[in-house]
């Protein structure tokens, strides 16, 4: 059984938002589409206190880019972003979630950062998506959304470390490329660890 990843769809990676991803409203239209290919449909949602580590504004003389430790990783440092019962936490307008059958939040702890929809950032805590996937009989998931180079990239990499065949549909997704080649780098750590990478329209067949 095959399944298709939603990764952190939300207002704040759309143009528009706190923490906006080039093109990140692009996703929409192709993920509805792609999602008519799936039984079975999950979705990530970044999901943060007020008080959250990963942000700037919370680390007195930091700026956004900046890189810090936290919880004894280096953390790169966010604009606020996907406070937990905002507006920017919302998923993006137009994205078709009537056959989601569950959402995983994440990055609900202030003390780490998770962008991965498996674990956080420090491979502590689970959030349970692992186990969700191989009780329902998956076997192959396929990632799309957004940030090809942060979220998509780690729940690709997690995945595929679980045992799951785990393909990224590129088209799919966009990518933040603080650094310019961030994305690109994202795409060949994903190919290396053996993450198929495809184009939805590669997805002719519904699956
Ligand atoms: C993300 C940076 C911070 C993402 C989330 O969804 O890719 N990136 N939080
Ligand atoms: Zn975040």
Known sequence: MEALIVVDIQNDFIPGGALAVPGGDEVVPLVNRLQTR???????????????????????GKRVG?????????QTLWPVHCVQNTPGADFAPGLNRDRWTKVVVKGTDADIDSYSGFYDNGHRMATGLGHYLKQRGVSAVFVAGLATDYCVKFT???????????????DCCRGVDLNPGDVEGAVDEMRAVGVGIVDSAELGKPR
Do not use: C, K, Y
């Not at 900046?66 to 280096?74: F, K, N, T, V």
């Not at 690709?156 to 590129?170: K, P």
């Open 38 to 60: 799936f039984e079975s449909i999950v979705a990530t949602r970044d999901w943060h206190p007020p008080d959250h580590g990963s942000f700037a504004a919370n680390h007195p």
């Open 66 to 74: 900046d890189l810090i430790e936290l919880g004894g990783l280096e």
């Open 156 to 170: 690709a990499l997690d995945a595929r470390a679980l045992g799951f065949a785990t393909f990224l549909v590129r």
